[in-house]
């Protein structure tokens, strides 16, 4: 029906006739004279009918937006001075000959150029907004993503292989979407959270190098960064450590960018500590470009009689941390305040600080609530160990160790996005050394920080697992965090182990796991992998605001589609079927 793209359309090709088909993006009628904005998947094209041709020049004279039509005619420079230089196809113009209109179109919900269109809108007609130029870019990058995937690691003796979506719930970390079987009635089925298990049994059926792109479910909360499906690159190698596994992906990571997008990441990518992470930042994802750290200063504030402070620096995994700002006395109370809103959604119960109006002058010089409460030469200390200016402010954080971080962590982020003080445009990093455990205050028990099949760092079987750190990275871009993985546990006695520290003694172990246990015990080689959210990576290269936007039917943040109105009801049948009866709630 075609013989070109709309946007194909070059100066080489004048005097040459063709054939375009796509939609009516905008009509001018020019006295006497009709333009035609021609779009399509690659680009728009104009297109030109006069008077001359009357039965076509009629046909122009009804077209709407979005009428879905086929062109003929024959390329020609556009007149001198209406040259479009923000248009790959501005040089030229079709005279039109022929017009076939295949489909009309109501007058759409929305108009494609308007940006401020409310999302449910944009979803609930999906179809009409993948139109739009900003998401057609952001699919179309998307597929040259898991394209470069696809070739790097098929260029690195890598195999593509599925693994089922109908599986059994594994500990993941959230809540398992659950499917009743109708031919085992009673039972149910899982959608996966991840291939984390099926792909550790490739590995020990000897297929040495495994990645897929694949398909993963959470039922659990959404955020601009979160989907309850969404897609993952899956990866796992056999007989590697973790350099071997990070020194792969970095390769892939920048080949991928650079053929993508033309971005040199760096080489190589820094690694950091969970725990220095974690003390300069106060977060596991941190975004070096951000210049702000923070200090620890608890062991300033063990003896002074402000309880506040000197509470939490006594504590055990209590923390007491500054925040620096540069230039920061310039915030008004008003800043101060919102700031201090701000951090409560975090768990902090207030947000002190000092400003330094004059360094020169001592305690003359600084403004805060707090100063009478704090022996001068412990802000005098304080002031130096932040490395305060005049002009600077200086924030705090005194509770348990995880709300300053979470508090702090938040408020740094905050500042350097409403100050513009991110440096650089790319800032990739590796976050080794995690715990392998944490402790799970609200339910007094040990929970593995990544999943239970990650590697502990204690060789053997009698070293203390509760304080091992784990052999675990995480790759994070931007302060995002793009990706997690590890090396696997590879015997079954040390898997066993791990399960018993969560609670999951042997028979349970072989209930919920038996089929790996098993596994284990017929010649596992060492082996680890890592997993990426693709959505995630599309999104950051976009530079999307979510990943809604890099999505083509994404969910809303109540886990539903506008688009077809799921999750919906099923029928008494169906229900009978599979042995399920509802029970509502009031």
């Not at 020609?76 to 179109?105: C, D, F, Y």
């Not at 659990?220 to 992906?249: H, I, K, N, Y």
């Not at 992470?277 to 200090?295: F, H, I």
Request: aromatic share 8%; proline share 5%.
């Amino acid at each position: 029906m075609r013989t070109h793209y709309c946007g194909q359309l070059t100066a080489d090709m004048i005097g040459e006739e063709v054939a375009l088909c796509g939609w009516v993006h905008r009509r001018r009628d020019h006295g006497g004279v009709i333009f035609i904005d021609l779009r399509d998947r690659e680009g728009l094209a104009q297109v030109v009918y006069d008077p001359d041709r009357a039965d076509s020049f009629a046909v122009a004279e009804t077209l709407r937006n979005e009428f879905v039509i086929r062109i003929t005619g024959r390329v020609r420079r556009r007149p001198e001075g209406t040259i479009n230089p923000n248009l790959p196809t501005g040089e030229v113009e079709v005279l039109g000959h022929t017009l076939e209109i295949l489909n009309k179109a109501r007058t759409p919900p929305f108009q494609l150029d308007d940006e401020n269109v409310q999302d449910d809108i944009r979803l609930r007609y999906r179809y009409v907004d993948l139109r739009r130029e900003t998401m057609q870019d952001n699919i179309k990058l998307r597929s040259r993503v898991t394209r470069a995937i696809r070739d790097y690691l098929d260029g690195h003796g890598f195999l593509d292989i599925e693994t089922p979506v109908l599986t059994r719930a594994t500990p993941e970390g959230a809540r398992d979407y659950l499917v009743p079987s109708r031919t085992q009635r009673g039972g149910f089925f899982a959608l996966p959270q991840s291939p984390q298990l099926f792909k550790q049994l490739l590995m020990m059926s000897g297929m040495d190098r495994y990645y897929q792109i694949v398909r993963c479910f959470r039922d659990e909360d959404l955020r601009a960064d979160r989907q309850p499906e969404f897609t993952q690159l899956d990866m796992e190698m056999s007989f590697v450590d973790e350099d071997d596994v990070t020194g792969l992906v970095e390769d892939m990571m920048r080949t991928v960018f650079r053929q993508v997008k033309g971005i040199e990441l760096a080489d190589p990518f820094p690694r950091m500590t969970y725990a220095e992470a974690m003390s300069r930042y106060g977060t596991d994802r941190p975004d070096l470009r951000n210049p702000l750290e923070l200090v620890e200063v608890g062991d300033l504030m063990k003896e002074v009689e402000f309880k506040v402070f000197s509470g939490p620096a006594n504590q055990a995994h209590g923390r007491v941390a500054a925040l620096r700002l540069p230039g920061g006395n310039a915030l008004t109370r008003k800043e101060i305040d919102d700031y201090t809103a701000y951090v409560g959604k975090y768990g902090a119960r207030g947000l002190a600080y000092i400003k330094i109006n004059d360094m020169e002058q001592g305690d003359a010089g600084l403004q805060s609530p707090i100063l009478k409460f704090l022996p001068g030469e412990t802000v005098q200390a304080v002031l130096q160990r932040t490395g305060a200016q005049t002009g600077d402010i200086v924030f705090f954080g005194a509770d348990k160790a995880r709300t300053v971080n979470d508090s702090l962590g938040a408020l740094r982020t905050a500042l350097a996005e409403d100050l513009g003080l991110l440096q650089g445009d790319w800032a990739p990093l590796w976050v080794v050394d995690f715990p392998l455990f944490e402790y799970n205050d609200a339910e007094q028990r040990w929970d593995s920080l990544h999943h239970p099949f990650t590697a502990p760092q204690v060789p053997g079987q009698d070293g203390d697992l509760h304080e091992s750190l784990s052999r675990a990275y995480d790759l994070v871009l931007n302060g995002m965090e793009l990706g997690g993985g590890s090396i696997r546990i590879h015997e079954p006695e040390m898997q066993l182990k791990v399960l018993d520290l969560l609670g999951i003694d042997e028979e349970q172990a072989r209930e919920k796991f038996g089929f790996l246990i098993d596994a284990l015990s017929y010649g596992c080689p060492p082996h680890g992998g890592i997993a990426f959210g693709l959505d995630r990576i599309v999104m950051i290269m976009a530079g999307a605001k979510g990943i809604r936007d890099v999505i083509a039917f994404p969910k809303t943040q109540t886990a539903s589609c506008l688009l077809t109105s799921a999750p919906a009801g099923a029928s008494p049948e169906q229900l009978r079927e599979l042995g399920v009866k509802l029970v509502y709630n009031s």
